[in-house]
Each structure stands twice: as structure tokens, then as C-alpha cells.
């Protein structure tokens, strides 16, 4: 199992951060276009299964999967979308992405003075943090492909 890569949106739909880990296929669109299209996809599908449920979703859309790839998806009170591409066999990862916005990105981005919250994040700390607490999780994989 792998982790293919990390997007994180605000609620206006400008991607603050993206991360590549074990991406395998480029899109072959520019990467403006793709993080327009991640955001258009998952603004389209949140709505289409909140307007079909046939309860009300207390959590949401959390998650789809293809043939290829399991897209996850958490969205903080404020707004932010944390969205991970991972294989499919990779269970529930709502707890992981939760505890990435509340002890990385809140720590690393939020509290530090110099990050500014509507612009992509530049923190070298963030991103060395982030790095290392995604290589930790049970589903990336120890070896390198």
C-alpha cells in the first residue's frame, strides 16, 4: 500500500499546499488545471451525496475509490480540505487526516506568525513535519519504489 499524494484546499478553493510521495502517473495537464479539477470534482461529488443521501450525513463524503487510486476527504470546521490519494486497499483514514490538520498543519502553519493562511504554504518546518508524519503511517510503504 502507498500514499500517492497530499492536497490541502481552503474553503474558497485555492490549493494552500500539495505533495507528491509515490505518484506514479502524471495527469498531463498543468498543475493549475489539475488542482482546479481536484477541487471542482470533490465541490461536485460533497454536494451530489449530500443532495441523494437517503439520511442525513453527519460526516459527510468521506471517501471514493476507482480501479487505481482511493481518494479520502476531510473538510475542517473552518473549511480546509485535506484530500490524500492512497492504493485502494487503504481503509478509514478520517483520524489520520484529522490529526494531520490538528498537529501539523494548526501547529506548523496556524500558529506560526510568519505563514500567512491565504497564501500557499511555504514552511519548510510544515513540510518537513508533514513529511515525516505521513512516512510514518501504516500504509506507506518502508521500501522505496
Not at 494531520?100 to 500567512?116: A, F, G, H, Q, R
Not at 500557499?120 to 503511517?137: A, G, P
Request: with cysteine; aromatic share 14%.
Amino acid at each position: 500500500m502507498t500514499i500517492h499524494n497530499l492536497y490541502i484546499f481552503d474553503k474558497k478553493g485555492t490549493c494552500l499546499y500539495y505533495g507528491e510521495w509515490h505518484r506514479k502517473k502524471r495527469s498531463g495537464i498543468s498543475k493549475d488545471e489539475e488542482l482546479k479539477l481536484m477541487y471542482g470534482m470533490l465541490f461536485s461529488i460533497k454536494s451530489f451525496a449530500n443532495r441523494i443521501s437517503p439520511t442525513d450525513l453527519k460526516e459527510g463524503f468521506t471517501s471514493f475509490r476507482t480501479n487505481n487510486y482511493k481518494c479520502h476527504f476531510y473538510e475542517t470546521p473552518s473549511g480546509l480540505k485535506f484530500v490524500m490519494n492512497t492504493d485502494v486497499p487503504v481503509g478509514n483514514i478520517k483520524d489520520d487526516l484529522h490529526q494531520l490538520y490538528s498537529s501539523i498543519y494548526v501547529e506548523y502553519v496556524v500558529k506560526n506568525p510568519m505563514c500567512d493562511m491565504d497564501k500557499t504554504v511555504q514552511s519548510e518546518l510544515f513540510k518537513n513535519k508533514l513529511d515525516e508524519y505521513v512516512r510514518s503511517l501504516a500504509y506507506f510503504p518502508l521500501s522505496k519504489s
